[in-house]
């Protein structure tokens, strides 16, 4: 059973920061690609950024590119979300998910676990 377990969200204003941590049990947590995505109310959910299994490649949405970073330890069975710069549209649960297959995956159908979310709220 892999089970993913997002940690990090919350209240912040707008320019503020967060960093997410995702910590992945019941497998090697190096053989999955990972990702980030997020929904808002009314409205479906999308990809922020993902990462490699070696973590040597990444992809970011352009809303976030440059005020984002995913980063992995496979040391901790932990990948990171980054979050700088925060604007009030970044507000929305934020769910990590893995993919069993290597390399870059945008889309969540291509994901085979996900954690519950954590909810990031953005004032203005």
């Known amino acids: 059973q892999v089970q993913l377990v997002e940690s990090g969200g919350g209240l912040v204003q707008a320019g503020g920061s967060l960093r997410l941590s995702c910590v992945v049990s019941g497998r090697t947590f190096s053989s999955y690609a990972m990702g980030w995505f997020r929904q808002a109310p009314g409205k479906a959910r999308e990809v922020v950024a993902t990462?490699?299994?070696?973590?040597?490649?990444?992809y970011y949405a352009d809303s976030v590119k440059g005020r984002f970073t995913i980063s992995r330890d496979n040391a901790k069975n932990t990948v990171y979300l980054q979050m700088n710069s925060l604007k009030p549209e970044d507000t929305a649960i934020y769910y990590c998910?893995?993919?069993?297959?290597?390399?870059?995956?945008?889309?969540?159908?291509?994901?085979?676990?996900w954690g519950q979310g954590t909810q990031v709220t953005v004032s203005s």
């Open positions: 990462i490699t299994r070696s973590g040597g490649v990444t």
């Open positions: 998910a893995a993919r069993s297959v290597g390399g870059l995956a945008l889309s969540a159908i291509q994901y085979d676990y």
